[in-house]
């Protein structure tokens, strides 16, 4: 019994670092494998990855870094892998709770060189974090949104019912993002059951950002 | 007020028909199709109502079906010129029907003129109309790629009719985040500024 304890209280030493508690193999291995790395290379593959996190085609960047003979092809996709898990981690949790000295220490825990430590660390907290984020809150599983409305307001004069309607009616059409296209037709009655939903939804999400819920501690 | 009805042969020979049923059941079978006539594919009587129609107002299916779509006929015709209960009267006893048919028209149509016009009114007819709103607003936390959000979150569901398939309405869902939201919103408010300038 008391030896379990023991063995428990020697693993947690402090506080688990912001990777969580067990370290995804790949970051340990990308920790390896930096030792012997210049710094040059290193910033050449780092800003390789970075422009992937931000969704932009990196194919050309790392085949130019993969030609260059210096780096066997194998070291390069450790360093690749591990780079890019550990930024991702590090971008997902918001810079309220993860401060920058916090995260350097942990990375110090990992025996990742300091002059890449202050390279991850510019990345993480510089004046990049701001498009990475943008790009994090865009993926992410998501219903179809509105990628563009038009809308039309009709004037019935006359139909083969009435001869004099004068009947107002309006023509949506709704392309959302997962593509598809819808168009239909709205009676006047049903516009303002939707606009008057729109506004209660509206209202609701003010008071939710104010209530006291957000208050959750992080 | 022009002629809403011409005296055409099929018309006199409806009128004589008419004219043999009785009152009261000539008051009860105009309500009835009154009720109807803003929808555009009911039958009004279904065929095994037709069949008592038959033996309760002694006509053969012919001159039933007769006097049914020229009821039905003038009625429309009222509802497409917007008459007045007055002129309605005139013009039926023109046709020669009899002062107490025209009179059981008369009031039929008064009782319920202004509801059965704006019914038809509201009718569109488009491929797609939509029938229904519902929402929900979800406060979300966290993601794949993002911890400790406190992000709300608006989903609308729309839901489409098609006019071919009437029992089927097909469910549109969009996502809102507040911003994407309140642009929406200001969209609409202009749709309804349009509406406002209509009036």
Known sequence: MSSNHAKVAVGASKDSSFLGGRIPSEIEIMAKQLKDLDQEMFRKILKAVVSAIEGKDCREAMKAIAENAAVPEERLSYVVAGMYRLLKEALRIPTSSLKQEVFKEDLRELRIPEEFITDFASVVFGNRRTALEAVATQQGPRLPSLKDFRWRVDVAISTSSLARALQPSILMQMKLSDGKAHRFEVPVSKFQELRYNVALILKEMNDLEKRSVLNIQD | ?199
Request: overall charge negative; aromatic content about 6%.
């Open chain 2, 1 to 199: 007020m022009a002629a809403i009805i011409t005296e055409t042969q099929s018309i006199k020979e409806a009128v004589t028909s008419i004219n043999t049923i009785e009152l009261n059941k000539f008051s009860r079978l105009l309500s009835r199709i009154l009720q109807k006539l803003h929808l555009k594919e009911e039958r009004t009587f279904s065929e095994e109502e037709e069949q008592k129609l038959q033996s309760a107002l002694s006509l053969d299916k012919q001159d039933l079906s007769l006097v049914l779509d020229t009821t039905a006929f003038i009625l429309e015709q009222a509802v497409y010129h917007n008459v007045k209960p007055a002129s309605l009267k005139q013009q039926l006893e023109k046709i020669h029907l009899s002062p107490e048919k025209a009179e059981a028209f008369c009031q039929a149509w008064t009782a319920v003129c202004p509801d059965v016009v704006e019914k038809v009114r509201q009718r569109i007819f488009a491929p797609k109309k939509l029938e229904h709103v519902g929402w929900q607003l979800n406060l979300q936390m966290a993601k794949s790629t993002q911890a400790k959000l406190k992000d709300p979150h608006a989903v609308l569901e729309l839901g489409v009719r098609n006019e071919d398939s009437q029992s089927v309405v097909e469910k549109v869902f969009v996502e809102f985040s507040h911003q994407e939201l309140l642009q929406f919103y200001n969209q609409l408010e202009t749709v309804q500024a349009q509406l406002d300038s209509l009036t």
